[in-house]
């Protein structure tokens, strides 16, 4: 009888992800050099990005397949547009992978809820297993952007809820995640498994702070993540204004990280607001530029913005900040207060002068912002880093792959 890493070996996954360049996703490429390292022959589909152009690609044995995307989507128009342009590539390479190194799982990482189209027919005619990775929630996102439940509202709830019925287990990030797939989704709740966007405590390494990036100030407040509005950067620079401006305090820079479609117009609304010299903004950066803003920031605040989504999403920068062993400043959501517990402090939701006064307030208590920062890494990496999530990953395939070959019969039953 085969050993479990024997069987393993045996085992082929294609990873279809279409928001984001792989290697650039960080809990995608975390769960394929995993799958990789236990035996596992992995190979991925997702789209091509800065400084990811190339269309094919091998990296550390992970067979990387990229496609382009016709634009960078703004309105409801503009993503169903992309939505469709990625489905035909991602049919198109999912079908060449099954005919040149095949697979026994498609392992779907949303958004959009679309992938599921492409699983489709590989279930149906040849057994293959389907893994629905739920990176987010669809329509509440969809409902944070437009502000609206209309037509493409209801649509997204129904591509949601196809995805749910045809995956054999589904991959949550964090609780609130998979009382939506057992809720709503109507999975059983053994065949829901939740797997945290854990940080590499290799990658998010504490080095040694660059004071240069202060800018000749005293403190520096960091931020990594997306440039966009729905992101709650707009908050983040009207705590910046009421800091500098009302407060007078002229001492505190602010280096925020990261590039998204709203970057040029954050720039220009720093501008507007008098605070452009007091705001760094770096655009996308490698590696090593992040850590060292983030090193030498006194605190880092996560200004995503309190709505339905955000209150029940598990926001990476979080544990990241944690795992630089840095003090946080955030609004209070659900899933933000557990991922952080007593490593942060909560600002009243989506109240920008709350939390200026929160950041200035622990800026000038050097003990208690060394007390939280310590307490955040100590529980990365006692409950949170990547490696304590690696077990539910293999069990959440192993339980996949354990399952009966599907029958078209009772999949046409569940109204698919």
């Not at 400084?51 to 503009?78: C, F, M, Q, W």
């Not at 991959?171 to 940080?199: C, L, M, Q």
């Not at 409950?383 to 070959?405: D, I, Q």
């Amino acid at each position: 009888m085969a050993s479990t890493g024997e069987a393993a070996s045996r085992r082929r996954v294609l990873i279809i992800v279409e928001n984001l360049p792989v290697p650039f996703d960080r809990r995608v490429w975390q769960e394929a050099t995993t799958l990789a390292a236990h035996g596992y022959q992995v190979s991925v589909i997702c789209p091509t990005g800065r400084n990811y152009e190339k269309r094919r690609e091998v990296i550390d044995g992970i067979h990387i397949y990229r496609h382009t995307l016709p634009l960078e989507a703004s309105g409801a128009a503009g993503y169903a547009l992309e939505y469709l342009a990625a489905l035909f590539w991602q049919t198109l390479l999912a079908w060449r992978i099954f005919f040149t190194r095949g697979f026994d799982v498609i392992h779907a990482c949303n958004p959009p809820d679309t992938i599921f189209l492409v699983a489709l027919p590989f279930k149906l005619l040849f057994g293959k297993r389907f893994i629905f990775d739920h990176h987010d929630l669809n329509p509440e996102l969809y409902e944070a952007k437009f502000a609206k439940r209309d037509v493409f509202y209801r649509l997204l709830c129904l591509l949601e809820r196809w995805t749910f019925r045809l995956a054999d287990v589904s991959i949550a990030t964090n609780n609130s995640y998979r009382r939506v797939a057992i809720e709503r989704g109507g999975k059983e709740p053994a065949d829901v498994v939740v797997v945290r966007s854990g940080p590499s405590l290799e990658r998010l390494r504490i080095l040694p702070p660059q004071p240069e990036l202060k800018r000749g100030r005293r403190y520096l407040v960091g931020y990594v993540g997306v440039m966009g509005n729905q992101e709650g950067i707009p908050y983040l620079l009207a705590a910046a204004r009421h800091i500098i401006v009302d407060m007078g305090r002229k001492d505190i820079h602010f280096g925020l990280v990261g590039g998204g479609p709203e970057l040029e117009g954050l720039k220009r609304e720093a501008e507007r607001m008098g605070i452009a010299e007091y705001v760094t903004f770096t655009g996308r950066v490698p590696d090593a530029e992040l850590l060292a803003m983030l090193n030498t920031a006194d605190l880092c605040v996560n200004p995503d913005e309190h709505n339905e989504m955000n209150d029940r999403s598990t926001m990476n920068k979080i544990m990241e900040y944690m795992a630089l062993g840095k003090p946080i400043v955030q609004f209070d959501m659900t899933e933000g207060r557990f991922s952080a517990g007593e490593a942060s402090v909560y600002a009243k939701p989506n109240d920008a002068a709350d939390m200026a006064a929160r950041i200035v307030a622990l800026l000038d208590d050097p003990a208690r912002r060394d007390a939280m920062g310590r307490l955040g890494r100590r529980r990365v990496e006692t409950e949170l880093a990547w490696p304590h999530e690696v077990p539910k990953l293999l069990g959440a395939y192993e339980r996949a792959l354990a399952k009966g070959a599907p029958k078209v019969e009772s999949l046409a039953a569940k109204r698919l």
